[in-house]
């Protein structure tokens, strides 16, 4: 019976207990959470709440219980050096250290490495500390994104076309993101559609899980402004319709050649999930940015479908040993919808701001699964906060199928909610093919 310990409050790392719980070594589960998530608590032998900075009560938390691991679900206590304090206690961790979590804490560290270690995937770029030879870089690209040098909760990056329309408006959010921060990266805008490839490595060995596509934006059909992810899908043979083989193989290449540059930047092994973000265009897949953990939503799909032990899976990544196990998902569809306040994402003037405590009831979802997010369980019931609420996951052998059973679920939820109705439909997904056939015929 190990102990092991979770740090983390979200519905990923909800996905993250359950999975850990699935294993029939039969683990006791100790979790560190920043708010009370009443999914969590359900399946731990003891919670504590604290902040991610407090390394102090983690460190001393895991000790008191003998953790033999940990697993680290968000970003934000591995930029903190969650993974570092442990590790000086005698206790591994699936997720890297400070150093290593820099592949999503700064997005010029991971530009750069790819750079110079002659990586493929890198859009043209350049990092601006000030304005100068903004606007001549500016000018040189024919479509713009621009980011913001740091963590952002996937909310950041702003692309021409969906944020802004011209160069002057370019310029104009670049001086302001710099009046806030010390360095902006701008880099030319592709093309195509997205997919998630979040891989697992133990430093030396790399495995992909299956391919989920993610949407961020807040409305139907990709409108509205871009939020942590309103909901995720993934297909029974692990891949997407508008990928081509080779889509998948050169991501995971990418994902191996960058795990191999941090272990020989840093002498350090990558220990943990290395989570591209990645771009199907005319001339094959392109990195858009890494992060240091599993997905959220993304995470939702994926665990639920591992046949392979959870716990065992961490241990060979905390021991180098991954090319000594054999890790198998079900092949089975999922979606995933995210039910949020309804004001989720929206500026005050336009309806955003959700009441604050407002009071959500849960009646049956089903055959959906449930995670839950920002929620607070009081003793009279489940409140809203103004992140997500709960993650419902149908799970089936075909797309439409999942569809339905997440939709059964998203419908049990009542209150002042809201969610995405067209994620894992048909005619979304029949969007994107058409997209690919247009900018990549045969």
Same mark, same amino acid.
């Given at each position: 019976?190990?102990?092991?310990?979770?740090?983390? @409050?979200?519905?990923?790392?909800? +996905?993250?207990?359950?999975?850990?719980?699935?294993?029939? /070594?039969?683990?006791?589960?100790?979790?560190?959470?920043?708010?009370?998530?009443?999914?969590?608590?359900?399946?731990? $032998?003891?919670?504590?709440?604290?902040?991610?900075?407090?390394?102090?009560?983690?460190?001393?938390?895991?000790?008191? @219980?003998?953790?033999?691991?940990?697993?680290?679900?968000?970003?934000? &206590?591995?930029? @903190?050096? *969650?993974?570092?304090?442990?590790?000086?206690?005698?206790?591994?961790?699936?997720?890297?250290?400070?150093?290593?979590?820099?592949?999503?804490?700064?997005?010029?560290?991971?530009?750069?490495?790819?750079?110079?270690?002659?990586?493929?995937?890198? &859009?043209?770029?350049?990092?601006?500390?000030?304005?100068?030879?903004?606007?001549?870089?500016?000018?040189?690209?024919?479509?713009?994104?621009?980011?913001?040098?740091?963590?952002?909760?996937?909310?950041?990056?702003?692309?021409?076309?969906?944020?802004?329309?011209? =160069?002057?408006?370019?310029?104009?959010?670049?001086?302001?993101?710099?009046?806030?921060?010390?360095?902006?990266?701008?880099?030319?805008?592709?093309?195509?559609?997205?997919?998630?490839? /979040?891989?697992?490595?133990?430093?030396?060995? *790399?495995?992909?899980?299956?391919?989920? /596509?993610?949407? =961020?934006?807040?409305?139907?059909?990709?409108?509205?402004?871009?939020?942590?992810?309103?909901?995720?899908?993934?297909?029974?043979?692990?891949?997407?319709?508008?990928?081509?083989?080779?889509?998948?193989? $050169?991501?995971?290449?990418?994902?191996?050649?960058?795990?191999?540059?941090?272990?020989?930047?840093?002498?350090?092994?990558? =220990?943990?999930?290395? !989570?591209?973000?990645?771009?199907?265009? =005319?001339?094959?897949?392109?990195?858009?940015?890494?992060?240091? %953990?599993?997905?959220?939503?993304?995470?939702?799909?994926?665990?639920?479908?591992?046949?392979?032990?959870?716990?065992?899976?961490?241990?060979?990544?905390?021991?180098? $040993?991954?090319?000594?196990?054999?890790?198998?998902?079900?092949?089975?569809?999922? *979606?995933? #919808?995210?039910?949020?306040?309804?004001?989720?994402?929206?500026?005050?003037?336009?309806?955003?701001?959700?009441?604050?405590?407002?009071?959500?009831?849960?009646?049956?979802?089903?055959? +959906?699964?449930?995670? !839950?997010?920002?929620?607070?369980?009081?003793?009279?019931?489940?409140?809203?906060?103004?992140?997500?609420?709960?993650?419902?996951?149908?799970?089936?052998?075909?797309?439409?199928?999942?569809?339905?059973?997440?939709?059964?679920?998203?419908?049990?939820?009542?209150?002042?909610?809201?969610? %995405? /109705?067209?994620?894992?439909?048909?005619?979304?997904?029949? #969007?994107?093919?058409?997209?690919?056939?247009?900018?990549?015929?045969?």
């Amino acid at each position: 019976m190990p102990n092991i310990l979770l740090v983390g @409050n979200g519905a990923r790392e909800h +996905a993250i207990a359950e999975a850990i719980s699935r294993s029939k /070594q039969n683990p006791r589960l100790f979790s560190y959470m920043k708010a009370n998530n009443p999914g969590i608590a359900s399946l731990s $032998e003891k919670t504590l709440l604290g902040g991610y900075a407090d390394l102090a009560a983690i460190t001393g938390f895991a000790r008191e @219980n003998k953790i033999e691991f940990a697993v680290i679900g968000p970003e934000d &206590p591995l930029a @903190n050096g *969650v993974v570092d304090a442990l590790t000086s206690c005698g206790i591994g961790s699936v997720g890297p250290s400070r150093s290593l979590a820099r592949l999503e804490t700064s997005k010029a560290f991971t530009r750069n490495l790819v750079s110079k270690y002659r990586i493929p995937g890198n &859009p043209r770029y350049k990092i601006f500390t000030d304005t100068n030879g903004m606007e001549a870089f500016v000018d040189s690209l024919e479509g713009i994104v621009i980011k913001p040098d740091g963590l952002t909760g996937g909310k950041g990056v702003l692309v021409q076309g969906d944020h802004f329309s011209t =160069k002057d408006e370019a310029l104009s959010l670049c001086r302001q993101i710099l009046s806030d921060t010390a360095s902006v990266i701008i880099e030319e805008k592709f093309d195509g559609e997205e997919f998630s490839l /979040q891989c697992l490595c133990d430093g030396k060995t *790399v495995i992909p899980t299956p391919l989920v /596509q993610d949407h =961020k934006r807040r409305f139907e059909l990709d409108r509205g402004p871009n939020t942590g992810g309103m909901g995720s899908y993934s297909l029974p043979d692990h891949t997407m319709p508008f990928l081509r083989p080779s889509d998948l193989e $050169e991501g995971l290449e990418i994902t191996r050649l960058l795990a191999a540059a941090l272990l020989e930047e840093t002498g350090e092994p990558y =220990k943990g999930v290395m !989570y591209g973000g990645f771009i199907a265009t =005319k001339d094959g897949a392109r990195l858009l940015e890494y992060n240091a %953990r599993f997905g959220d939503p993304e995470a939702m799909n994926i665990l639920p479908l591992l046949k392979t032990d959870f716990v065992e899976v961490c241990r060979h990544i905390i021991a180098g $040993e991954l090319d000594k196990i054999n890790i198998e998902f079900e092949p089975l569809a999922t *979606v995933c #919808k995210y039910v949020v306040p309804e004001g989720y994402g929206l500026p005050a003037d336009e309806g955003g701001g959700p009441p604050a405590g407002a009071r959500i009831e849960i009646g049956d979802v089903g055959r +959906a699964r449930l995670y !839950y997010s920002s929620v607070d369980q009081k003793d009279d019931g489940l409140y809203l906060s103004s992140s997500r609420a709960i993650g419902i996951v149908g799970i089936a052998k075909t797309l439409a199928e999942a569809r339905l059973i997440a939709d059964e679920g998203v419908r049990a939820i009542k209150g002042p909610v809201s969610y %995405r /109705q067209d994620i894992g439909t048909d005619a979304l997904i029949r #969007k994107r093919v058409e997209h690919m056939k247009a900018i990549r015929p045969k």
